[in-house]
């Protein structure tokens, strides 16, 4: 019989598809909500149960998310792909959008390499509701401090800040945010990029880690924000892809209809996620999502503990 129903595959992909663009880390929320749930929500969405198909679930609905982003940023994508292609043909990198695209391609090493040496031990020995707690409330304090830090201890945004440079007026927003995010050189790409590894962890957010890295660098929010979900799209969908065939062989007999089901819902929440995110970024910082995940990890971890 399934262990997967297709209420719980559309409110796992619903989840999922919000969660893994907001800075509040899916992963974390994946395992934790089953476990306060309880029920049977907590015995078939187990991550670290034996044959559990939930983590292939899990990753398999993380492709949803991705081709999301790509159908959001489709314009974008295009523009990179064109940069790299003649940055590799002119053997040079000269324009923005060559670039991005190599910056996009450094930024990715860390995390494509940790990702595969270390997913599976991360997942397996931290993969249950008291760590993924405790990192959520970590990932909160993280958002927090990374506020702090760059704004001087007053956790505001400057009115300065969002001042546009003489002659920006003449340029598209998604080209001003290009050029910006392409004077961060090598070293500050690399450090935003390692940053996902942190991902790896239940509870922390790779959006959020990102997004706190960038502004620590010195990216305005809104940039932090299109770095990090331009950064996720090959991230996630790589990782995603590699699960796809164990969901096409055994481990996905009698739970394919109900995980397309929740990648539909993924993809629907995905969309709508990063369509408010990128706009909120605009004027609006990380400090309610920290505030957020301080509270509802600490009150998990309470929950799970004492109750």
Same mark, same amino acid.
């Given at each position: 019989?399934?262990?997967?129903?297709?209420?719980?595959?559309?409110?796992?992909?619903?989840?999922?598809?919000?969660?893994?663009?907001?800075?509040?880390?899916?992963?974390?929320?994946?395992?934790?909500?089953?476990?306060?749930?309880?029920?049977?929500?907590?015995?078939?969405?187990?991550?670290?149960?034996?044959?559990?198909?939930?983590?292939?679930?899990?990753?398999?609905?993380?492709?949803?998310?991705?081709?999301?982003?790509?159908?959001?940023?489709?314009?974008?994508?295009?523009?990179?792909?064109?940069?790299?292609?003649?940055?590799?043909?002119?053997?040079?990198?000269?324009?923005?959008?060559?670039?991005?695209?190599?910056?996009? $391609?450094? #930024?990715? @090493?860390?995390?494509?390499?940790? *990702? &595969?040496? /270390?997913?599976?031990?991360? !997942?397996?020995?931290? +993969?249950?509701? $008291?760590? #993924?707690? @405790?990192?959520?409330?970590?990932? *909160? &304090?993280? /958002?927090?401090?990374?506020? !702090?830090?760059?704004? +001087?201890?007053?956790?505001?945004?400057?009115?300065?800040?969002?001042?546009?440079?003489?002659?920006?007026?003449?340029?598209?927003?998604?080209?001003?945010?290009?050029?910006?995010?392409?004077?961060?050189?090598?070293?500050?790409?690399?450090?935003?990029?390692?940053?996902?590894?942190?991902?790896?962890?239940?509870?922390?957010?790779?959006?959020?880690?990102?997004?706190?890295?960038?502004?620590?660098?010195?990216?305005?929010?809104?940039?932090?924000?299109?770095?990090?979900?331009?950064?996720?799209?090959?991230?996630?969908?790589?990782?995603?892809?590699?699960?796809?065939?164990?969901?096409?062989?055994?481990?996905?007999?009698?739970?394919?209809?109900?995980?397309?089901?929740?990648?539909?819902?993924?993809?629907?929440?995905?969309?709508?996620?990063?369509?408010?995110?990128?706009?909120?970024?605009?004027?609006?910082?990380?400090?309610?999502?920290?505030?957020?995940?301080?509270?509802?990890?600490?009150?998990?971890?309470?929950?799970?503990?004492?109750?």
């Amino acid at each position: 019989m399934s262990v997967l129903t297709y209420p719980e595959a559309i409110g796992v992909g619903l989840l999922q598809g919000v969660t893994e663009l907001f800075p509040v880390s899916s992963l974390g929320h994946s395992i934790l909500v089953p476990a306060l749930l309880g029920g049977h929500w907590k015995t078939d969405l187990n991550v670290s149960a034996a044959d559990s198909p939930y983590l292939n679930v899990l990753i398999g609905l993380h492709l949803a998310t991705a081709l999301a982003l790509v159908v959001f940023f489709r314009r974008d994508w295009v523009r990179v792909i064109s940069g790299l292609i003649s940055s590799v043909r002119q053997r040079r990198i000269e324009t923005v959008d060559e670039k991005l695209a190599c910056l996009l $391609i450094v #930024a990715t @090493i860390p995390v494509g390499i940790a *990702g &595969l040496a /270390l997913d599976k031990v991360f !997942r397996e020995h931290l +993969g249950k509701p $008291i760590p #993924a707690a @405790i990192f959520l409330t970590v990932n *909160g &304090l993280v /958002l927090f401090v990374a506020e !702090r830090l760059r704004r +001087g201890g007053t956790g505001q945004r400057r009115a300065t800040d969002d001042l546009p440079a003489p002659g920006d007026e003449q340029l598209h927003p998604d080209e001003l945010s290009d050029r910006r995010i392409t004077k961060l050189g090598w070293g500050r790409a690399l450090i935003i990029g390692g940053a996902q590894i942190l991902a790896l962890l239940p509870g922390i957010s790779r959006s959020g880690v990102t997004i706190s890295a960038g502004i620590f660098k010195g990216l305005r929010h809104e940039d932090s924000a299109r770095f990090a979900f331009l950064l996720a799209t090959p991230v996630i969908g790589a990782a995603a892809l590699l699960k796809v065939p164990a969901l096409l062989g055994h481990q996905g007999d009698g739970i394919r209809g109900q995980v397309l089901a929740g990648a539909v819902a993924a993809f629907v929440a995905g969309y709508i996620a990063v369509r408010f995110l990128t706009r909120y970024f605009e004027t609006r910082t990380l400090t309610p999502f920290a505030i957020y995940c301080t509270l509802a990890g600490a009150g998990s971890l309470a929950y799970l503990t004492l109750g």
